[in-house]
Every structure is written in C-alpha cells, then in structure tokens.
C-alpha cells in the first residue's frame, strides 16, 4: 500500500477530511526526502574525506607522503579551514571514466588562516586518479585564485599530481591555460607560492614556474618537461628521475626551486614561518611583529668581521644574523648562486628583505645565476612594498668566456633594472669592496639609494690596486710603490663619501640602530616611476 493509501487509511477514520490529510502527507514525505537528502550529504561527504579510498591513502603513507588533507590539516590554523566544491564531480565520459567518480574529484581547495590570516589553498589528491588534472580540477583551483584576488590573500598551492588527465584530452590542456592566466594576473597582486610534495610534470611545471616561490620535498617531489623514458628515446641519454627533476637538481644548478625540505612536515612548518614574513596583498602591509630585541643594540662583533687583508674571506650571513630581529633569518635560494644571499628578516618588528654579497664564495663576485636570483627577489619585494637591505661586498663582475657566451651582460643588467625600477625603501651598506659596475648595480645611490653607508673598511673604486696599477703604470717599475698610492686614494670610503655618494661612515657596531631608525623614517616614502603600460626588462 503507498503512503499516502496509507495516510488516509490511518486518518480517515479519525474524521480528518482529504485536504487535510494530503496536507498532513505532503510534510511526511517533505521530511522523509530532506532526511534522504541529508543522509546522501553526509555520504558524499564523507567518501570526499577518503580521497581515492583507505588502500591509496596507505600507499601514499608508504611513500613517507601525507594525503591533501592532511597537508591543509598542517598547514593551516586548527579547525579554520574551509572547503569549496567537496562535491563536484569530473564530467568526463569517455574510457569508462563515467563508472568512476569521487566527490571533490583529484584537489582539495578552499580558504584557511595561517597564523591568524587567511590563506587560500589547493591541494592535489594524488589518491584520485593520480591527483591529474581534469576540467573540473581546473575550475576548482580558478575559482579560489578568483576570490584571493578578489579579498587580497595570498594563494598555496600543494603539488602532487601525474600531469593532465589524458581521458579528458584537450579540456584539460584548456585547463592548465585557465590556471596559467590567473597566475600571470595575480602576480604582484597577491603572493603566489608552490610546495611541490610529489610529481608535477609536462605542461604542470608551468604554474609554479609563475608563481613566487617554490619549494620542494627531498626523494619524493620531482619537476621536469618529459619524464626520463622520453628523454632517453629522444635523446639517448639515460637520466634517473632524481638527476633529471629532483630537489637538488633544481635548488642548486637550475635554480627552479627556492628551497627543499627533508619531508612533508618540515616543508608545511617552514611555509607557516615563511607566512609570517609576507603581506597578504599589495595593497596591505606586511605584518609587524612585537620585538624583544632592542632596535639600538650595539653589535660590537661587527667591528672585527671584516679582516685586515683585503684578499680574505668572511661570512656575511655574520653580518646579517647579527643585525636583524633575534637572528631571525629566513633564506631564499641558499643552495643556488651561493655567491649572493637573499631573504627575509625582520628590524624592529617589521619585515625587510635582504640581499647581500658573500665573499666566502667566489669573493662576492657578481655572475650570471646571481643577478637572476637577486633580480628576481627584488621585483618580489618592490611588488609587495617590503624595504630592501642590501650588504655590499663586491669586487665586480665575474670574468670568462663562460660568462660571455652566457650573457652576462643582458643577465646583469637584470638585477640593475630590479634596483632602479625599486620604489620601496632601499637601504645599502658598504662592508668592504665595491668596484666597477658592480658597485653601481648594488643599490648605489645612483639608483635611488634612500640611505647609503659606508664602513670604514669599504673601498669604493672603479677596480682593484693591481688591476688599476697594471693599466695606469704599465711597463714601469716599483710596481708595489703605485699599489700602495693607489691603496691609499681610494681604498678608503672618502672618494665617494666628499661627492656625497655614501650619506655617511659609520661604526659597524651601530649599523642595527642605524637601519632601524631609517626604516621608520622611510615609512611614509612616496615615490612613483613614470606612467607607462610595463617597462621592458632584459629577460
């Protein structure tokens, strides 16, 4: 009997007439279906938490790997996640793809806090037909690149995917396009970063090649083009995954990657920690952070760092470590082009990046890879307003047919139109030398230097004594006599300090307070480069 016979049956003879008892069944049968509803949400829901289902989850473990929750799980503040789409599906119906669906299809994605401000964050499912990309994947991941430009929050996102979904052909090809073009809006309008936790081949590589930062997880993560099979049959080389598109493949001679981490874990806690230094837009600040370290601190170390012969190497990260909030120092690229160094620090609470010579490698030479890896951060931090400081300590250009043939010219010239297109506050310091064009390109005040000091250490001259001498006196003798007047012009900071090119020599002991009491003066600074559609950099 159906239920509303059996409506009536029960009703009927207790003197409810037929109006009141289709009434009376409309709401039994509204609530039954609300529950089944229900009952189908909390289903969907909960096969959309197991991914690929327990067995994929358990080989992703196996692999010392955690699934995409998991990773949002970690990398956002407890219970602050919240998730789009959970239960759209991939349209696909080709290769039997109909019969095979999961809720949420192959990314998780949605919004969450990280150390209190928000965030918006995909993260791919390898545990779903191998985290590939279809067209549902795509629009999913627009979708919340859509909002973080629309609020002004800076976008995450979590590798770990086979590549396009080869069933669904070139939708999604026009996918992977759709997520490259919001890449490409959304640069220098929210910050943009890439963990990549597992592969990530083929047209993939180029969304986190747009982004601003990517990191990458040692033995498990891998970014290549074509795979080695490929490469093998083209070329005939033979290439293990690791030499092709490893970590250290990509953080120390191809400069793809800005950091590599020992495993999931460490890779998330370092991202909350590099969060913590980074505007969520560009129209906001970068956090401020109470400070426990006396801005005014004297660092009497900093006296003695540089040594008394001018031919000897020191460490400059001493010098970095010393200066800044709690030697605090957040290192961008540190395998790669170790002859600079960049990063993130704080002075007085506020965060500032740094760019630095290091004289332990290469004497600070200036070359191709480092003027890449320092032009490219000092766009980052002139597009989110946060100061640069930079630590001079640079003997020139590095000399060679390897150079050359490179192009070094075109190369460098990169970090010198990085300088002088730089509108936020550019603080320099001069610890030792600074010859030739390489003093020009490191934040001279030529290039709209704020502040620029000079330690008594510095030499500021177009090159070396010898170099100098042996074009100025050549063919002559008492070669030692002209270094030792040449030594004495100009190794020393007072040629470029009486033509007001330094704005004073400082103790090296107070160079922290001196900062410091800059970077609040420059605060409010005001200076814009003249209209124009984009300036047309030397890539």
């Known amino acids: 009997m159906s239920l509303k016979a059996l409506t009536w049956t029960a009703l009927g003879g207790r003197g409810f007439r037929l109006p009141q008892v289709l009434a009376i069944y409309r709401a039994n049968s509204t609530a039954q279906q609300t529950l089944e509803v229900k009952s189908i949400i909390h289903q969907k829901r909960e096969t959309a938490y197991l991914g690929g289902g327990p067995k994929r989850i358990q080989g992703q473990h196996k692999k010392g790997k955690l699934t995409a929750r998991e990773r949002i799980s970690l990398l956002c503040d407890e219970g602050t996640f919240v998730e789009y789409d959970t239960f759209a599906e991939h349209t696909c119906t080709d290769f039997g793809m109909e019969k095979e669906k999961y809720p949420g299809d192959s990314v998780v994605t949605g919004h969450g806090l990280i150390n209190g401000r928000p965030a918006y964050i995909f993260s791919q499912d390898f545990t779903v ?22 609020v002004g929050a800076p976008v995450i996102g979590l590798n770990d995917s086979g590549g396009a979904r080869i069933q669904e052909g070139v939708e999604s090809l026009a996918g992977y396009a759709d997520i490259f073009q919001r890449n490409v809006e959304a640069s220098g309008v929210v910050p943009q970063i890439s963990l990549i ?45 690791e030499e092709l598109g490893g970590s250290k493949t990509h953080t120390t001679i191809s400069g793809v990657a800005h950091r590599a981490f020992e495993n999931d874990v460490e890779a998330l806690l370092m991202l ?27 660092v009497p170390g900093l006296d003695t760092v540089v040594p008394l012969e ?113 509108t936020v506050p550019k603080i320099t310091v001069i610890t030792r030398k600074a010859y030739g064009g390489a003093y020009d390109v490191m934040s001279s005040k030529h290039l709209r230097g704020d502040k620029n000091y000079a330690w008594p250490t510095a030499e500021i001259a177009v ?14 003798e008492n070669v030692q006599q002209y270094e030792q007047e040449y030594i004495k012009k100009f190794g020393n900071p007072f040629p470029a300090a009486v033509r007001g090119f330094v704005d004073d020599i400082i103790e090296p002991r107070t160079t922290r307070r001196r900062i410091c009491e800059d970077l609040a003066l420059l605060s409010n600074k005001s200076l814009k480069n003249p209209y124009k559609k984009h300036g047309n950099i030397p890539l």
Not at 129 to 150: N, P, R, V
Not at 276 to 286: D, E, H, I, M, V
Not at 320 to 345: C, H, Q, W
Request: hydrophobic residues 40%; contains cysteine.
């Open 129 to 150: 037909f191998g985290g590939s990309l279809s067209s549902i994947h795509a629009k999913k991941i627009c979708k919340i690149m859509d909002q973080a430009m629309l």
């Open 197 to 241: 936790m597992g592969p990530c081949a083929g047209g993939a590589v180029y969304s986190p090649a747009l982004t601003d930062f990517t990191f990458m997880v040692k033995d498990t993560s891998y970014l290549f083009i074509t795979g080695p099979d490929v490469v093998k049959s083209v070329t005939n080389e033979d290439v293990t995954f």
């Open 272 to 298: 909350r920690s590099l969060m913590g230094f980074l505007p969520r837009s560009n129209k906001q600040p970068a956090p401020i952070r109470v400070c426990e370290d006396p801005w005014d601190r004297d």
């Open 310 to 422: 001018t031919t000897d190497a020191y460490d400059m990260m001493d010098v970095i470590l010393s200066t800044v909030d709690e030697r605090d120092f957040f290192e961008i690229m540190p395998a790669y082009a170790k002859n600079i160094i960049t990063g993130f620090a704080r002075m007085n609470g506020r965060t500032i990046g740094i760019v630095a010579n290091q004289p332990k490698v290469a004497a600070g030479c200036l070359d191709i890879d480092s003027s890449v890896k320092g032009g490219r951060f000092v766009r980052f931090c002139d597009s989110f307003d946060i100061p640069i400081i930079t630590f001079v300590d640079v003997p020139g250009f590095l000399p060679g047919t390897a150079q050359e043939y490179g192009g070094i010219i075109r190369h460098g010239a990169k970090l010198l139109y990085a300088y002088a297109e730089a």
């Open 463 to 476: 090159m070396g004594a010898k170099g100098a001498v042996s074009i100025l006196y050549r063919g002559k």
